[in-house]
């Protein structure tokens, strides 16, 4: 029983893991597709349906954490999923007005390549048990470079979005009401920019020691 359960799992996660990646590749495709035939105004258009599929598609991640058919833990999965879903979502996604910034296509680019990637690692480990080393050299050593445009278009994105965002009041819920709450996006977003300055040093020195732990054992092996 526990064999089969095995099996189960890895038909799964093979398959989960193999379908985002499809997504990403889609994305980087359309990115790079519409930088060459009419540039970056339009790169979000292009690419939005497989974006939104792929990134949110992560949210699994997040349960597959909670109940075990990963060992990645979940207090290092959320932020990051989160900080993605927030910009895919409640950035791109809820103020066009951001969709056809330039920081679109370095976002995008960022995010694609690393999830590409990414994807394809645990789809070889799922699939076969094994990933080929220059597949893990680049798991664990792309992130040098990509992982800090990532995370400046994040934050230039967030931060061009704020005027929008204080225009148009979306999401906002004013008082009086019935649950005698208020809440204020515009004010959320600068709280998710300000989170970003202690957040971002942090999940970088944390993929750096994962990166040292994996290539040391792989060095072993």
């Not at 694609?112 to 050593?141: C, V």
């Amino acid at each position: 029983m526990a064999g089969f359960s095995s099996l189960l799992r890895r038909l799964y996660l093979t398959a989960y893991n193999w379908t985002v990646f499809v997504g990403w590749v889609q994305v980087l495709y359309h990115v790079l597709k519409t930088l060459k035939e009419t540039g970056h105004e339009n790169v979000y258009s292009a690419a939005e349906k497989p974006l939104l599929f792929a990134q949110t598609a992560a949210v699994l991640e997040i349960l597959h954490g909670l109940v075990g058919l990963v060992r990645s833990p979940v207090s290092a999965t959320l932020p990051q999923i989160g900080s993605r879903l927030y910009l895919t979502w409640g950035i791109l996604w809820s103020f066009p007005e951001t969709q056809s910034h330039v920081l679109v296509s370095s976002l995008l680019i960022s995010w694609s390549i690393t999830e590409i990637i990414r994807y394809s690692f645990f789809g070889f480990k799922e699939a076969f048990g094994f990933a080929p080393s220059w597949l893990l050299w680049l798991r664990y050593s792309t992130f040098l470079l990509l992982y800090p445009t990532g995370i400046s278009s994040e934050v230039g994105l967030i931060y061009t979005a704020l005027p929008f965002i204080k225009a148009s009041e979306n999401y906002c819920i004013r008082m009086p009401n019935t649950w005698n709450f208020s809440f204020d996006y515009f004010y959320a977003a600068i709280v998710a920019l300000g989170i970003y300055v202690p957040g971002s040093p942090h999940m970088y020195r944390y993929m750096l020691a994962q990166r040292k732990k994996a290539l040391s054992k792989s060095k072993r092996e």
